[in-house]
């Protein structure tokens, strides 16, 4: 079992930065995939980026590339999501996920992950 912890939402300008972090409980972390998901009122939930583990890649999903950066830290067993240049746009709940075993094309699908984070809200004012 792995329990997820999110902390580091909130209210921020448009053109400001937020970090959020995902602290996960249980002893394989360095193993598993961390990704980062969003979702507004009213839509689907969206893949915003994910890191595969030690040694792994990072993607950044279409809409957070070149603004948002995921970052892994093994001996905290804690995943970071580092959002700049935040655009109204970006408002919705922020979640953490982790898988095991998650190949390339899993990445961006939300049911392939088996563990979620509480939800963090970030809102972007104009």
């Known amino acids: 079992q792995v329990q997820l912890v999110e902390s580091g939402g909130g209210l921020v300008q448009a053109g400001g930065s937020l970090r959020l972090s995902c602290a996960a409980s249980?002893?394989?972390?360095?193993?598993?995939?961390m990704a980062w998901f969003r979702q507004a009122p009213g839509k689907e939930r969206e893949f915003v980026a994910a890191h595969r583990g030690t040694g792994g890649t990072a993607y950044v999903g279409r809409s957070a590339k070149g603004r948002f950066t995921i970052s892994r830290d093994n001996a905290k067993n804690t995943a970071y999501l580092q959002m700049n240049s935040l655009k109204p746009e970006d408002t919705a709940v922020y979640y953490c996920?982790?898988?095991?075993?998650?190949?390339?094309?899993?990445?961006?699908?939300?049911?392939?992950?088996?563990?979620w984070g509480q939800g963090s809200q970030v809102a972007v004012s104009s």
């Open positions: 249980g002893p394989t972390f360095s193993r598993i995939t």
């Open positions: 996920a982790a898988g095991f075993r998650l190949i390339l094309s899993d990445l961006e699908n939300p049911s392939r992950y088996n563990y």
